[in-house]
């Protein structure tokens, strides 16, 4: 799970023409930096996720962490980007497809209050 960082103050600073070209734009990266099996999804506000079938825990770290990379080196039109990961496993972290999503907005939530730009995994 991954949301951009500051996203609101984007949007209050440019524009939510702005904030949404954003959000199309990392979609499209997560996109191109995935497996073609790879499931993204966008949640709700600046959220976006990413199933990784057949991936170990420590896989999906690798994973987050390369993407963070890539969405930080990106030139966004309106400045620099970043974004934090919450990663959580199936079944060492959860027990079903609801407490995997909880699991990993808890990572997500570590992730922020470590300070943003960064990858958390429980």
Known sequence: MLN????KPLNDDHGSAAGDEVLREIARLLVKHSRSFTIIARLEGDGFAALLANTPKAG?????QRIRGVI?????AHGPVTASFGVAGLPADA?????????????LGDAKRLG????TAL
């Open 72 to 76: 930080a080196a990106h030139p966004f």
């Open 116 to 119: 943003r730009n960064r990858v």
């Open 4 to 7: 951009v960082d500051h996203f």
């Open 60 to 64: 999906a770290v690798t994973y987050s």
């Open 95 to 107: 027990a079903s497809a609801n407490d995997l999503i909880a699991a990993a907005h808890r990572a």
